[in-house]
C-alpha cells in the first residue's frame, strides 16, 4: 500500500486539478491506516476543511441504506429472495408482486421513474406512488439504476419490517455504536458543522451515451433523475430542510472517516471489536453480483449486488474497470460528483473520499480515481 504516494496525490489534487475542501481515509485489517484532508469549506477560502467537516456525499447514502436494509433482514429472519409484497402489501400493484428483495436492491424491479407526481420531501407520497407504479420494463430484462427512488423503497420497506425510520435504524445500530459522523437526515445541532456542496465547473463530456440520454427530454434517464420531484439543484440540497431530512439514496452526510470506518467493519467480515453486525450469509449478498449489464438509466455497463455497486467483469471473469480496487469480492457505492467508498474483503481495505467540489459524473472522478490507483498499486 503506497500512502506515501497517496499523499502526494492526494496534495496534488487541490495544487493542480482543482480540489477546494477534501478528506481521504483507509482503513486496513480493522485499524485506520491514514487519513488526510486539506483545502476550504467555501469558495472564498476563508473556511478551512479538516477531517472532522462532513459533507454530502449524495448515492454513497445508498450503501449505507442498503446495509440497514439488510440488516434488518437478517434480524427478522426474512431471506432477500422474499417478495416485496408479503412485506410491503401494497407493492403488489402493476405486476410488481414478484419482484423480491434481492431485485429491488440491485435495481432490476423497474421503478426508477414515477408517472404519478410526489414531492421529494413528502416520503408517504412517494411510497404510495411506488406502490402503484408499474416497473419499466418487464421483470427479469435487466437492470436500470434507480438515482433517487431507491431510497424510499428502501426506507419503507424498513418502516414495514422494523417499524423503524432509515434515518433512526442507522442511528440505533451503526452510527451511535461504532461512532460514525455519518448521518441520514443531519442532526440540527450539527448543520453549522456540515460544508456546503458545490456544483461541477466544467460540462459534461460531448457525446457520453449518458448525458445524451440525460439531455432528451422524456427519457427515462431525465424521469429518473427528476423523480420525485424537486431538490434537483445543488443549492437545493444546502438547505437546513434538505440536510435534516432523510434520503436514502442522496442524502446521506457525512465524514470520510466515518464512511471508511464503516467499510472496514465490512472489510472485516461483518465484526468490530467482538461484536458481530452481520452475519457470513448476508455479507454473500454484498459480494455477489446479481445483475451485470447495459444499465437503462446511466447507458454504460454496470453490475450489481444487494444494494452496492460491483465492477463489471468480461466472460473470463476479468473486471473492465477497478473502481473499487482489483480484487474480485471489492464493492462499494459511489456518490454524484465524486465521492466514493468500497470494502475489500479479500484484503480487509476500506476506502472512502469526500470532497464538496463536484465534477461531472456518478462515477469516481479523476482526483478519486487517481488516489484508488495509488492505493492499488503493487508494493
Not at 442507522?170 to 456540515?194: M, S
Amino acid at each position: 500500500m503506497h500512502t506515501e504516494h497517496l499523499t502526494t496525490l492526494f496534495h496534488e489534487n487541490f495544487a493542480a486539478f482543482g480540489e477546494l475542501g477534501a478528506s481521504v481515509c483507509v482503513w486496513h485489517e480493522g485499524r485506520e491506516v491514514l487519513s488526510l484532508a486539506g483545502g476550504f469549506r467555501d469558495r472564498a477560502k476563508t473556511e478551512p476543511w479538516s477531517a472532522e467537516t462532513p459533507v454530502l456525499f449524495w448515492s454513497a447514502t445508498k450503501g449505507l441504506a442498503a446495509a440497514c436494509l439488510l440488516h434488518a433482514c437478517q434480524e427478522h429472519g426474512v431471506a432477500p429472495l422474499t417478495p416485496v409484497a408479503e412485506v410491503w402489501p401494497e407493492f403488489a400493484q402493476a405486476g410488481k408482486d414478484g419482484v423480491t428483495i434481492a431485485e429491488l436492491l440491485s435495481h432490476q424491479a423497474g421503478l426508477p421513474a414515477l408517472t404519478q407526481p410526489a414531492d421529494a420531501q413528502d416520503h408517504a407520497a412517494v411510497a404510495h406512488a411506488l406502490a402503484a407504479e408499474a416497473p419499466a420494463w418487464p421483470l427479469g430484462e435487466g437492470h436500470g439504476y434507480h438515482p433517487r427512488t431507491f431510497g424510499y423503497l428502501v426506507d419503507e420497506l424498513l418502516r414495514r419490517l422494523t417499524a423503524t425510520t432509515l434515518r433512526d435504524y442507522w442511528r440505533a445500530h451503526f452510527a451511535e455504536p461504532l461512532a460514525l459522523d455519518v448521518w441520514i437526515g443531519l442532526p440540527p445541532e450539527r448543520l453549522a458543522e456540515a460544508s456546503a456542496i458545490f456544483p461541477a465547473k466544467t460540462a459534461p463530456p460531448k457525446g457520453d451515451p449518458f448525458y445524451t440520454a440525460f439531455a432528451t427530454p422524456g427519457s427515462l434517464t431525465v424521469r429518473a433523475f427528476a423523480s420525485p420531484r424537486g431538490l434537483h439543484s445543488v443549492a437545493s440540497m444546502n438547505t437546513p430542510e434538505a440536510r435534516t431530512a432523510s434520503f436514502g439514496a442522496f442524502g446521506g452526510i457525512g465524514t470520510a472517516r466515518g464512511l471508511a470506518k464503516f467499510y472496514a467493519l465490512l472489510a472485516s467480515g461483518g465484526v468490530w471489536e467482538g461484536r458481530r453486525f452481520f452475519e457470513p450469509p448476508t455479507l454473500d449478498w454484498m459480494t455477489t453480483t446479481l445483475t451485470q449489464g447495459p444499465d437503462r438509466v446511466l447507458h454504460s455497463e454496470t453490475a450489481f449486488a444487494a444494494g452496492f455497486m460491483r465492477d463489471p467483469v468480461d466472460a473470463h471473469g476479468r473486471k473492465t474497470r477497478t473502481h473499487f480496487g482489483p480484487s474480485p469480492r471489492a464493492f462499494g457505492h459511489p456518490g454524484a460528483g465524486g465521492s466514493h467508498a468500497f470494502a475489500d474483503p479479500d484484503t480487509g481495505l476500506a476506502f472512502a473520499y469526500v470532497m464538496n467540489q463536484m465534477e461531472p459524473g456518478v462515477f469516481p472522478g479523476p482526483k478519486c480515481l487517481r488516489l484508488l490507483a495509488a492505493l492499488s498499486a503493487e508494493p
